[in-house]
């Protein structure tokens, strides 16, 4: 005859257990994502014709700030009407093309950009 011991759960019931507390955990942090979030915003970047040519000619060509701050599923759209690919953080859009860019995740890096005579941009994603 075997043996069981009287009290303590088997193996499979302290599995159960633990799966069904993280699954209770888990589920707030998965609704916050998507309850009482605000609506995404919109931002779109227009690059005039001859954008390049005036900033090779060393002028001051204001077309976005040298830092650009969005929320948590903002939407970036860059329309490039300009004769040459121009590169801002990481999107590279080509000449005549448009690219458009939703932010999942949160982050904060500096990075190229050939809109500026510095060379550089900050772009900052934050959860609200």
């Excluded at 300009?82 to 939703?102: L, N, W």
């Amino acid at each position: 005859m075997r043996r069981r011991d009287v009290g303590w759960p088997n193996q499979r019931t302290l599995l159960l257990y633990l799966l069904g507390g993280l699954l209770i955990a888990a589920i707030p942090v998965v609704v916050s994502r998507f309850v009482d979030q605000p609506d995404p915003v919109t931002h779109t970047i227009d690059i005039p014709p001859g954008t390049a040519e005036r900033l090779a000619a060393g002028e001051d060509v204001e077309v976005i700030p040298d830092e650009l701050d969005f929320k948590l599923r903002d939407v970036l759209i860059i329309v490039n009407r300009d004769s040459v690919a121009h590169t801002i953080g990481p999107f590279e859009v080509g000449p005549g093309e448009s690219s458009e860019h939703s932010f999942g995740e949160t982050a904060a890096f500096s990075s190229y950009c050939s809109l500026h005579p510095s060379g550089s941009i900050r772009i900052s994603i934050g959860d609200g």
